[in-house]
């Protein structure tokens, strides 16, 4: 049988993929558990040799009878003894006739130590406890902004929803170039995460086989305010450029939603910015990365 401990195997597998703090704990833990594990051997030996002991000196014992004719013990020592005159002991005095103070000492002072080494370990398990629970909350908040991110460049409602055949999206064909174009997706592998999508521009036959970091599946992003920045498609075109919204979206009789903007350097020859109606489906958050120019 392995003189391995669980605690000692389970550090040993799992120690090196642990944040420094706590497997410098567990490391203690470790050391403790096996000088604990020595203290209670110890204990267990000299608990043991006190039982055994007792029960030789009990065994030492001579029977006999008393003056009622009653079974008793036969007096230990002095002239009783010589006499056989034996007699029924209280607990107490049998507990003082086996009793070893000294072996009893040396066992309350090692159940001391292993109390005080359980108190010690289970001390550095809460710690330990902290550390995780600490780490696991910050975890659900970088989490939580994370998803705010997502959301803000349309790819949390584009993973929510998946991605089906005919959706629109935002594709960056070169992730050396700003540039983010129309185009309609064709298919998706979930397994690999590429895309198979089809360019929108209708004097275009190209197809784009591009991985999810480069496509931004749109629809989602409705609650717009006035003064957001966003990509949306210049009209007539199919290229995203940035914008402000000045209106929020707003739905007409056919039931498509569009927005008001205003496109970052489109002012006239004379500097004014004119507002241009954009549809919903061809808005998404400014992308990950992309730089936010101000008007």
Known sequence: MSDTTFLESFIEHHLATLPHDVRRNLELLKD???????VAEELRRAEQDYARTAEEKVAQLQC???????????????EAKERGE???????????????????????????KASQQAEEKVAIAEQNYALVDA????????????????KATGAFEAAAGGAKPNDLAAIQVNTSSPDWILAKVISHDPETGMYKLSDEDVESNKTFHLPESQVVVLGGVEKL???????????????????????????????????????????????????????????????????????
Not at 135 to 150: A, I
């Open 64 to 78: 006999g009878k008393t003056e009622n004719d009653q079974d008793g013990v036969v007096v230990l020592g002095g």
């Open 135 to 150: 780490t696991v909350r910050r975890l659900d908040r970088d989490l939580g902004q994370m998803e705010t991110l997502l």
């Open 225 to 295: 305010s006035r003064g957001d920045a966003i990509y949306a498609v210049y009209p007539d075109t199919t290229s995203f450029y940035q914008a402000s919204v000045v209106q929020v979206p707003r739905k007409v009789s056919g039931g498509s939603s569009f927005v008001m903007v205003n496109f970052v350097d489109d002012g006239d020859e004379h500097g004014v910015t004119h507002d241009k109606a954009v549809l919903l489906k061809h808005v998404m958050r400014v992308p990950y990365g992309a730089a936010i120019q101000h008007q």
């Open 86 to 112: 034996a007699v029924i002991p209280t607990t107490e005095e049998l507990s003082s006739f086996i009793h070893d103070e000294e072996a009893w000492q040396h066992i309350v002072a090692l159940r001391t």
């Open 32 to 38: 403790l558990d096996k000088t604990c594990s020595v």
